[in-house]
DNA sequence: CACAAATTATTTGTATACGAATTTCAAATC
DNA sequence: GATTTGAAATTCGTATACAAATAATTTGTG
């Protein structure tokens, strides 16, 4: 389906499957463990470093800070992670497993461990190694061309975009 | 970089700033021409077959219901789509893109066309068809998975959740 | 020390994205 | 024809996810 008639939109289809998927996976974990899979990647990460700051665990998971923000919340929340102030920098925030959380690390199936892609365990290591290989390579290539990719032309002008009136922001005023 | 350590978190890690970068260029996209990588996408396979029902568009897209009729309602907001009730099935609704919507798509850069991926067409065509019908198996790898995988063995429990006091639901209650 | 610049975490706003519940219809069954 | 069953769109709730703005702090420069 689909044949080799335009590749690009092929890959951007199994790109949008694969994300679909992804999420169908982490909602079923979650309701098996009560964590989804940006949480249970961010405590992975926390149990192998302990005492990351809040932008040290974004860079390590891909994710903006804001985003990692609201997931240290809800993990706060069911007390699984713990925040503490940093003492050598004021502005930092370390965070930590709690010892819960660590308890939830360990009782969440093997399978899981690696966040969403379970089913692809079945693979042969050598496929998989190659898989992996490809993916890092094409990420490479994207990652390039997002930096500095000559524009060409741009047509079309950007809409307009009303902005309603700001109200307070910034940070927790103690 | 993580070597060949642990291919599955690799490929995990991989799929993670695929996604970001996706987005990030969704939202340069959005700034450039006021339409998401979402959007643009509903209405490219609204060009191709107008009066779609929100179903059938979800369908083609990989997206559930309900996230379609997010992405539609803003873009009907911008007055690029339109709905009309279907006269075959009062349930159904088409969708299909205003004189207004057909304008902003051909103004759309050619690179933004296929969406998030624009980086990809600097790859020769072959490396390109291998990487499409790559993905294409991985996905069907893991949709098998994600059907029937022997669940093995269930270990921990699910966390309880309280649910609030329900309210008012449905369709439109004209 | 004073002050500008950079960093850090946070909040707000917006857009996905899905599941569950709900309403409206249509179709099948009795 | 009435009832049940099913499908379609929608709403609500929740969780990502990012950009921009903001407050608190640190660092660099004079």
Redesign the interface.
Known sequence: MTA?R?????????????????Q??SKKIR????ITGPQL?AMKTLADSPDLSISELARR???HPATVVGIVDRLEG?GLVERTPSKKDRRQVNVKLTRSGKG?LR???V?TQ??????????P?KK??R??A???K??K??????KG?VP?????R??K?ESAPKKRRGRKSA
Do not use: C, F, W
């Open positions: 080799d335009n590749p690009l939109a092929d890959v951007n289809a199994s790109l949008r499957q694969l994300m679909q998927l992804a169908t996976r309701k098996e463990t009560g990647l998971i891909y994710l069911q939830a009782k969440t199936p399978a690696d966040s969403v892609l379970a089913g692809l365990e079945s693979l290591e998989l190694a898989l992996a490809n993916l890092a094409i990420v290539v994207l990652e390039a061309h997002a990719p060409k032309r741009r047509r079309g950007p809409r975009e």
